[in-house]
């Protein structure tokens, strides 16, 4: 499709260098300070690289090089980069959670697009909330952008069997906690399971954000597959570097991409891949920046007429690794066409489906065909009832399927350190039949929602061989997690939501088919128990804290900030 092409004097950047005033000559001196001359500047755009590279990040340990990569792009295609680095979100160190900032990082780089002359932006993003916070600061920025996955790192190994980020780790602790591995085997694990740069190689929620990425179209095509440590993934940045800049001159902005059909495109590439259920939290909260329409009943209908094909774990058997030598995203979607816009725009000035042109697949058993797929429907499920009226969500495609319909008395935590004093105390009265309920883990409780979803099972039933129970919480889990785990109850019992009021010894249904999780309490008793509720205030006196407590949303709202959501204009920074 051809767009009318913008001209150097429309460019935002003309503002701050092409006038002939104070200012601009200022601006102009200061580049040549960087040691730039008019000829690396005049009439070109400024692509701002917004880089979450930091040592504190180990999964985008070859940023600052992708950086200088992409650079290399910017500079053959005529325009002039200027790598602006943001607050990094590691997902592996960064405490509480990195969901208590993934807002932060998204109006940093919204402010940094605006406050900069920034005419176009590359985002280097890849760990978990750095996905969808780079997405949505570019969004609300509508700059236009292109996304630069890190991509997943190399297969983990341990004597020669493969080992999967996080879902791995999940699986032999609870060896380790049973007995059945000593000390000396885990360290041999820990050397390892993270083997290069990038991110999980599982289809955690980096995994599913970045494919979710790739299929809302605002990644190159197929970016998302490709193992950081490939040199395709050098290639690919520099390729990122140079479309930038068309796409400034197309003026090709993130809202022209990000329309409702494309967020379909997205929810129906992560069901098919068993995708990470934070996926549900950030698509929802990328919508409301982009104006189009997303919520978890939409979410739920799409799983449900998708196949689940990507036999992938934690849902399925092989890693990052061996889907992108399996065709990749790419082979995936073209198996998926049926049930895609294929007439989606995306950043290459293409359709998804002009994009989907030549794509393979190459091993049957890692993206399985659509008559023979891995699940008959979309990794998750959406739940309601009177103990989610504002919705509950399970990764059901990673549950022992004999508990998608179960019943069972509570086993109730307060918070997390509740539950990590009494969980293996042998006098706790918990049978494989329970049902593990943690409380106060929420948006608000936590606070930021952490990954404590997937409660540890007692130590007295690993002992007995139990290695799945159903667990409630208002917590999210790791997209490399497992297990019958009931997640993002809304609203939470933080904020009074009927969570709070569970107690010890209810019968808590879930049945996944009929999409129910009901509290067998009766209505009267709730009230009772409600109208004895105390609200407490969130810990932060003053801070950044401060601010999240007062204006998150719930999970079903995708837990943006309330003044952050929609798509109303602002005025570009005054220049004098
Ligand atoms: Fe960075 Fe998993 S810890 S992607």
């Given at each position: 499709?051809?767009?009318?092409?913008?001209?150097?004097?429309?460019?935002?950047?003309?503002?701050?260098?092409?006038?002939?005033?104070?200012?601009?000559?200022?601006?102009?001196?200061?580049?040549?300070?960087?040691?730039?001359?008019?000829?690396?500047?005049?009439?070109?755009?400024?692509?701002?690289?917004?880089?979450?590279?930091?040592?504190?990040?180990?999964?985008?340990?070859?940023?600052?090089?992708?950086?200088?990569?992409?650079?290399?792009?910017?500079?053959?295609?005529?325009?002039?980069?200027?790598?602006?680095?943001?607050?990094?979100?590691?997902?592996?160190?960064?405490?509480?959670?990195?969901?208590?900032?993934?807002?932060?990082?998204?109006?940093?780089?919204?402010?940094?697009?605006?406050?900069?002359?920034?005419?176009?932006?590359?985002?280097?993003?890849?760990?978990?909330?750095?996905?969808?916070?780079?997405?949505?600061?570019?969004?609300?920025?509508?700059?236009?952008?292109?996304?630069?996955?890190?991509?997943?790192?190399?297969?983990?190994?341990?004597?020669?069997?493969?080992?999967?980020?996080?879902?791995?780790?999940?699986?032999?602790?609870?060896?380790?906690?049973?007995?059945?591995?000593?000390?000396?085997?885990?360290?041999?694990?820990?050397?390892?399971?993270?083997?290069?740069?990038?991110?999980?190689?599982?289809?955690g929620t980096a995994s599913t954000m970045a494919a979710a990425a790739d299929a809302l179209g605002v990644t190159l095509p197929g970016a998302s597959s490709i193992p950081a440590a490939d040199s395709a993934h050098v290639r690919m940045a520099v390729a990122a570097g140079r479309r930038v800049v068309e796409m400034v001159w197309e003026d090709l902005q993130p809202r022209d991409i990000l329309t409702t059909e494309a967020f379909e495109n997205a929810v129906t590439a992560a069901m098919a891949l068993g995708g990470s259920t934070n996926a549900i939290i950030?698509?929802?909260?990328?919508?409301?920046?982009?104006?189009?329409?997303?919520?978890?009943?939409?979410?739920?209908?799409?799983?449900?007429?998708?196949?689940?094909?990507?036999?992938?774990?934690?849902?399925?058997?092989?890693?990052?690794?061996?889907?992108?030598?399996?065709?990749?995203?790419?082979?995936?979607?073209?198996?998926?066409?049926?049930?895609?816009?294929?007439?989606?725009?995306?950043?290459?000035?293409?359709?998804?489906?002009?994009?989907?042109?030549?794509?393979?697949?190459?091993?049957?058993?890692?993206?399985?065909?659509?008559?023979?797929?891995?699940?008959?429907?979309?990794?998750?499920?959406?739940?309601?009832?009177?103990?989610?009226?504002?919705?509950?969500?399970?990764?059901?495609?990673?549950?022992?399927?004999?508990?998608?319909?179960?019943?069972?008395?509570?086993?109730?935590?307060?918070?997390?350190?509740?539950?990590?004093?009494?969980?293996?105390?042998?006098?706790?009265?918990?049978?494989?039949?329970?049902?593990?309920?943690?409380?106060?883990?929420?948006?608000?409780?936590?606070?930021?929602?952490?990954?404590?979803?997937?409660?540890?099972?007692?130590?007295?039933?690993?002992?007995?061989?139990?290695?799945?129970?159903?667990?409630?919480?208002?917590?999210?889990?790791?997209?490399?997690?497992?297990?019958?785990?009931?997640?993002?109850?809304?609203?939470?019992?933080?904020?009074?939501?009927?969570?709070?009021?569970?107690?010890?010894?209810?019968?808590?249904?879930?049945?996944?088919?009929?999409?129910?999780?009901?509290?067998?309490?009766?209505?009267?008793?709730?009230?009772?128990?409600?109208?004895?509720?105390?609200?407490?205030?969130?810990?932060?006196?003053?801070?950044?804290?401060?601010?999240?407590?007062?204006?998150?949303?719930?999970?079903?709202?995708?837990?943006?900030?309330?003044?952050?959501?929609?798509?109303?204009?602002?005025?570009?920074?005054?220049?004098?």
């Amino acid at each position: 499709m051809s767009r009318p092409r913008k001209t150097p004097k429309e460019l935002r950047s003309f503002r701050w260098f092409g006038k002939d005033d104070l200012r601009s000559s200022g601006h102009r001196s200061r580049a040549k300070q960087a040691g730039f001359t008019p000829d690396d500047l005049d009439g070109k755009p400024v692509i701002a690289i917004l880089n979450t590279w930091s040592d504190a990040n180990p999964c985008h340990t070859h940023f600052r090089q992708r950086a200088e990569e992409v650079k290399r792009g910017v500079w053959q295609a005529g325009g002039f980069p200027m790598e602006i680095p943001l607050m990094t979100l590691g997902e592996t160190f960064m405490k509480p959670t990195t969901m208590l900032y993934r807002n932060l990082l998204a109006i940093q780089a919204e402010e940094a697009l605006r406050a900069y002359p920034a005419d176009g932006a590359v985002l280097l993003g890849g760990c978990d909330k750095t996905v969808p916070a780079l997405l949505m600061g570019a969004t609300s920025a509508n700059v236009p952008s292109i996304f630069v996955p890190a991509g997943p790192m190399l297969r983990g190994n341990w004597r020669g069997q493969p080992l999967g980020s996080g879902t791995d780790v999940w699986k032999y602790w609870a060896e380790r906690r049973a007995g059945t591995i000593d000390e000396c085997t885990w360290r041999e694990m820990e050397d390892g399971i993270a083997r290069s740069f990038g991110t999980c190689m599982t289809m955690g929620t980096a995994s599913t954000m970045a494919a979710a990425a790739d299929a809302l179209g605002v990644t190159l095509p197929g970016a998302s597959s490709i193992p950081a440590a490939d040199s395709a993934h050098v290639r690919m940045a520099v390729a990122a570097g140079r479309r930038v800049v068309e796409m400034v001159w197309e003026d090709l902005q993130p809202r022209d991409i990000l329309t409702t059909e494309a967020f379909e495109n997205a929810v129906t590439a992560a069901m098919a891949l068993g995708g990470s259920t934070n996926a549900i939290i950030h698509l929802i909260a990328m919508a409301g920046r982009a104006g189009a329409s997303l919520d978890l009943d939409r979410f739920d209908a799409l799983s449900r007429r998708t196949p689940f094909i990507a036999n992938i774990r934690p849902s399925g058997k092989y890693l990052m690794e061996d889907f992108y030598y399996a065709g990749g995203l790419r082979g995936a979607l073209d198996r998926l066409r049926d049930l895609l816009h294929t007439g989606c725009l995306t950043v290459n000035g293409r359709t998804l489906g002009d994009n989907l042109a030549g794509a393979f697949v190459g091993n049957d058993d890692v993206i399985a065909p659509r008559d023979k797929p891995v699940g008959p429907e979309g990794g998750v499920a959406v739940l309601r009832g009177n103990l989610a009226p504002d919705g509950a969500v399970i990764k059901h495609t990673a549950a022992e399927p004999r508990l998608l319909r179960h019943a069972g008395p509570a086993v109730v935590f307060k918070n997390y350190n509740d539950l990590e004093a009494r969980i293996d105390d042998p006098a706790l009265p918990v049978t494989p039949d329970s049902v593990l309920v943690l409380q106060d883990a929420g948006p608000l409780g936590a606070p930021g929602m952490p990954e404590w979803g997937m409660l540890p099972i007692p130590k007295k039933l690993l002992a007995q061989g139990v290695r799945d129970m159903v667990r409630v919480s208002d917590a999210r889990m790791s997209g490399t997690s497992y297990g019958t785990c009931v997640l993002h109850v809304a609203p939470e019992s933080f904020a009074g939501g009927p969570l709070a009021f569970v107690r010890d010894g209810d019968i808590i249904e879930l049945d996944v088919p009929a999409r129910r999780l009901t509290l067998r309490v009766a209505d009267d008793e709730l009230n009772r128990r409600r109208a004895g509720w105390t609200p407490r205030e969130v810990a932060y006196p003053r801070g950044f804290g401060h601010m999240y407590a007062r204006h998150i949303t719930q999970a079903n709202r995708g837990c943006d900030f309330d003044f952050l959501e929609g798509t109303a204009p602002i005025a570009e920074p005054e220049i004098h």
